[in-house]
């Protein structure tokens, strides 16, 4: 008898396709009564996939007695109450690891994408403007320094990257590391004042929601350049645009912002700002990887052993 699974939102469709052959597979996002659609499983599905944006909130979970276990697609949780599923004694898992390379990589690609204005460079070749004469001169990020804001994996991984770019690396997060000997920063404004290029890698969520704020990135200045692969609430969004606009703000490179498809337009007519939607990890071998995890932690959580990665 195949146990059953709740599945939240549309997901990786290699994925989709393996949880559909093993589960009997009950997909929320296509219910036409939602409330209804949980009401008629809330008396045998203890486990359920989410994904995304695709999360779950308290009031999902109370119309769901019987779940003990969700497995998440993605590293971030933001989207999982996951203080109301600590409370209800419900497992969530997660998949690190896996994206943290790709991640890193398009964090480094945008700063020197921003930095080196290849994008305008780009539409500067196809508009025909070279042939009127050279593009202007850009900012190098040799000898620089890279404020981090957020030592967890990913930002470890671009530190790395970082260093290998000839780059100081300083960070800020909740506590020093003691296992690397980078500059440490409690305060994100001391950290962006000695930064030319600050990365937000930290997890987003409510304890870091306007954390890149005004005066972080005001700190940065009108020469230099944030970079954003975290979560869009990270930064003081309107904020940023704000300051993009008056001069304030060197330049971006964002793969996340806080209403995700949707982004501030008046981004889209500078050539200092470098956008991308939300592809850190889109990338075929690591969503691979991210869903056979997410795979692995609902076949650990039905055999009854300890979940591979198991956030909480
Ligand atoms: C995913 C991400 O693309 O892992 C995360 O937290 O933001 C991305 O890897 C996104 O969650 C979609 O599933």
């Not at 486990?47 to 019987?66: E, F, H, N, R, V």
Request: glycine share 10%.
């Amino acid at each position: 008898m195949k146990r059953e699974l709740l599945m939240v939102g549309p997901m990786y469709p290699k994925t989709l396709d393996v949880l559909d052959a093993t589960y009997t597979t009950h997909k929320l996002w296509l219910a036409p009564d939602r409330d209804a659609f949980l009401a008629s499983l809330a008396d045998r599905i203890d486990a359920a996939a989410t994904s995304g944006t695709k999360g779950m909130d308290d009031a999902t979970m109370a119309k769901l007695p019987k779940l003990k276990m969700i497995s998440h697609f993605g590293v971030g949780v933001d989207s999982i109450d996951v203080d109301a599923a600590k409370r209800r004694g419900i497992m969530v898992s997660n998949t690190p690891d896996v994206l943290t390379d790709d991640v890193a990589d398009i964090a480094i690609g945008l700063m020197i994408a921003a930095a080196r204005r290849l994008v305008a460079g780009d539409r500067y070749v196809r508009e025909g403007r070279w042939l009127k004469g050279p593009m202007p001169l850009a900012e190098s990020v040799q000898g620089k320094t890279l404020g981090i804001v957020g030592m967890g994996r990913i930002g470890r991984a671009i530190a790395r990257r970082g260093e290998a770019f000839n780059l100081e690396i300083a960070y800020q997060g909740p506590n020093r590391k003691t296992d690397v000997s980078w500059r440490y920063f409690a305060d994100p404004v001391a950290l962006a004042k000695e930064s030319d290029f600050l990365v937000a890698a930290c997890p987003g969520g409510e304890s870091t929601r306007g954390l890149v704020s005004r005066a972080v990135l005001e700190a940065l200045g009108p020469k230099w350049i944030v970079v954003n692969i975290s979560r869009g609430t990270v930064i003081d969004e309107p904020a940023m645009v704000e300051l993009l606009k008056a001069g304030k703000l060197g330049g971006a490179g964002l793969d996340v912002f806080v209403d995700e498809p949707r982004v501030p337009e008046a981004l889209f007519a500078m050539d200092n700002v470098v956008l991308q939607p939300h592809v850190g990890s889109a990338t075929h071998p690591t969503r691979e990887a991210m869903g056979q995890l997410q795979i692995d932690n609902l076949a650990a959580y039905f055999a009854g052993k300890p979940l591979v990665t198991r956030y909480c």
